[in-house]
């Protein structure tokens, strides 16, 4: 058993029965995780996306050294292109009660404001539906982002990461365990030739999880973190109208607990300025209301 599934059983122990853990990384580097990535040449024979070392004039490096996924690693992208890339997931408890299905990662945008631009797409139902997690108004009510929405378009030279929870899709369109889903990255370009680098992203991640706190009758309450990578000051909002007495638990990737502390608002800050970097877990719990929340930021 993984270090991480250890750590979830230690978090969520004094009151959870059972959990599952799904989570793997696509960094371009490890070819063990690179099955689930299909780059689309049967629609565009000519689909520009390259997985390599970024070697243009703003594009020039990783996020994690050396390789991308990118708009090509070398040429600019062309007028008229319409390429995409495909990530196939298997739907495990994570779209079950209680859902947690994360997507994640970094990008770089270099193109035409608004005329060039990227989307994310997800499919719930094998391909037959997809939703456009950027823009979609319908299904927007289901997605729960925790930072801004990456935006796909123009100018955006730094790397910047995304983090969106699509598990409430699973109540709308019914998902169950073993369904095959998809999330699919485009970039779409008009008629007009530009000498710019495109797009591109690094560290995608996905997490699909559950766990057993419903059995023992305890409610889930929404939550955020934000900024979310931190370097100093956490927030972390939730649904707490009533002030009632949550005790908060901070714990580090192997389920140390770091943190202990209670609040009877519904926004905390923290300091976490002298936390090591890492990926670290936090738990809000009412027990005397059988309520909790749970969630993950990174320390940079």
């Known amino acids: 058993m993984s270090k991480l599934i250890i750590f979830l059983l230690m978090v969520l122990s004094t009151f959870v029965n059972s959990q599952e853990y799904w989570s793997y990384n696509i960094d371009f580097e490890d070819p063990g995780q690179l099955f689930r990535l299909k780059i689309d040449t049967a629609s565009n024979p000519n689909n520009i996306w390259q997985i390599g070392e970024p070697q243009k004039t703003i594009f020039n490096s990783a996020y994690s050294p050396p390789n991308v996924i990118v708009t090509d690693a070398i040429n600019s992208y062309p007028p008229n292109d319409t390429s995409l890339f495909l990530i196939t997931h298997i739907a495990n408890d994570g779209f079950i009660w ?175 300025s002298k936390y090591n970097n890492g990926t670290y877990f936090y738990k809000l719990v009412d027990k005397k209301n059988r309520k909790y929340t749970i969630g993950k930021f990174i320390k940079e």
Do not use: R
Request: with cysteine.
């Open 98 to 272: 209680s859902q947690i299905v994360i997507l994640s990662g970094y990008y770089k945008s270099d193109s035409d404001s608004l005329n060039d631009y990227g989307l994310i797409e997800f499919s719930p139902d094998n391909g037959e539906t997809w939703i456009d997690i950027l823009k979609d108004t319908v299904y927007n009510q289901y997605l729960e982002w925790d930072t801004e929405k990456p935006v796909l378009t123009g100018s955006v030279t730094e790397w910047t990461y995304f983090y969106v929870n699509l598990a409430h899709l699973g109540d709308t369109f019914d998902i169950n365990i073993g369904d095959t889903l998809y999330y699919k990255f485009s970039f779409i370009s008009d008629g007009i030739e530009e000498q710019m680098d495109g797009l591109m992203y690094d560290n995608l991640h996905f997490e699909d999880w559950s766990e057993g706190i419903k059995e023992f009758g305890f409610d889930l309450v929404k939550s955020k973190c934000f900024p979310n990578p931190i370097k100093k000051e956490l927030t972390i909002s939730f649904n707490n109208k009533q002030n009632s007495n949550f005790d908060l638990y901070i714990y580090d990737i192997i389920g140390n607990k770091i943190h202990g502390s209670k609040t009877n608002s519904n926004i905390v800050n923290l300091s976490v």
